[in-house]
């Protein structure tokens, strides 16, 4: 254990940071300790768990918007804050068609007149009117941006981009994409 913090821990190239303590383990840790961190990953309506060297990749978020193609917003079962679960808002989503084919989506809010954004069950209800059979909500208010290429192509609701300290970035090699371009009329990528 190198220290202990509360938020914004510089991340460099071989340190670890835990964040969040469920469990309250983490609080009996002094700086200079041995430690040893084991996970493992549970998806409790499978009832399986899966070792965690074995995920290759794993994104936080919530609450979950849709299961198998039905509204089933979980924001009191998550504990979530009333900021985020209650009104509308610039929201940002994640989803999964029945074929396989991943959704983004942002919702710009926070701008009468322009987008006054959406609630959770709105987002819920435009992920399956997109196809989504499983759908969770990401980080949204003021977090809410999409950026394609080098292009902001959403509106940010204070303006401009906010500095982040997290992002999902989908990212294609050079050859993948004159590739899709190639075989595709109509120039897009799915």
Not at 158 to 185: C, H, K, P, Q, Y
Request: charged content about 20%; hydrophobic content about 40%; proline content about 5%.
């Amino acid at each position: 254990v190198i220290a202990r913090g509360f938020g914004g821990t510089g991340l460099i190239p071989g340190l670890v940071v835990v964040s969040g303590d469920p469990s309250e383990q983490l609080d009996t840790l002094e700086p200079g300790e041995p430690c040893r961190l084991m996970w493992e990953l549970h998806l409790a309506e499978s009832d399986v768990v899966i070792p965690g060297e074995e995920v290759w990749f794993a994104l936080g978020g919530g609450p979950r918007l849709v299961t198998q193609g039905e509204i089933t917003v979980t924001s009191d079962e998550e504990h979530f804050r009333p900021d985020v679960s209650q009104g509308r808002a610039p929201r940002t989503a994640m989803g999964c068609t029945a074929e396989g084919t991943v959704l983004l989506v942002t919702v710009d809010g926070r701008r009468p007149g322009f987008s006054v954004g959406m609630t959770l069950e709105e987002l819920a209800g435009l992920m399956i009117e997109l196809g989504a059979v499983e759908a969770m909500n990401l980080d949204g208010g003021a977090s809410t941006t999409m950026v394609v290429g080098d292009q902001v192509v959403n509106i940010p609701s204070n303006g401009n981009e906010r500095a982040l300290g997290t992002a999902l970035l989908v990212m294609f090699e050079a050859s993948d994409v004159a590739e899709a371009l190639e075989g595709d009329n109509h120039g897009s990528i799915e």
